[in-house]
């Protein structure tokens, strides 16, 4: 990373562009060949089910934008390129979402991400217990969140079957 941050910004916002647009490439065209290669066994005929092929057209008609929005995620950018692959997503709605996604993937990186990263390392090498604290802190935060939200949400579903 620290190779990347020295250069100059349109150097590196080239770079992590190409990093990955070669990335979620890969992982379509890896997507793309694990069901080639499905297809071609007993279990193959499972791929043209009904089941199978509404996925496949709700892939087709709202895949691009659920490939644009994943590059705002992390975590789930690998699991929707390669699920845009082995829905056989076309090529000519996939690369412009791809394209799309990679440039505000970079944009973002290139600019408030490396700086937060840059930020990280310096309070993780200044104090690995203060930046451990933060984490547990960010992870305690996620699960009173989420389980307030669940709650909520179970009891307003008790309040309408009653």
Known sequence: MDQIMSLPFGVALAALFAIVMIRVNATYWLGRGAVT??????????????????????????GPYAV??????????????LAAGAARMPLRRY???????????????????????????????????????????????????VVARRRRAAAKSADTVV
């Open 95 to 145: 690369l412009p979402a791809a394209i799309v996604g990679s440039v505000l993937w970079a944009v973002l990186y290139a600019t408030i991400g490396l700086a937060a990263l840059e930020a990280w390392l310096a309070v993780a090498a200044a104090s690995p217990v203060g930046a451990a604290v933060a984490i547990a802190a960010v992870a305690i935060l996620v699960v009173v969140i």
């Open 68 to 81: 644009v929005v994943s590059f705002l995620t992390i975590g789930l950018q690998t699991a929707v390129n």
């Open 37 to 62: 290669g499905f297809a071609h066994t007993r279990f193959g005929a499972s791929l043209e089910k009904p089941k199978a092929a509404r996925a496949q057209a709700l892939i087709q008609r709202w």
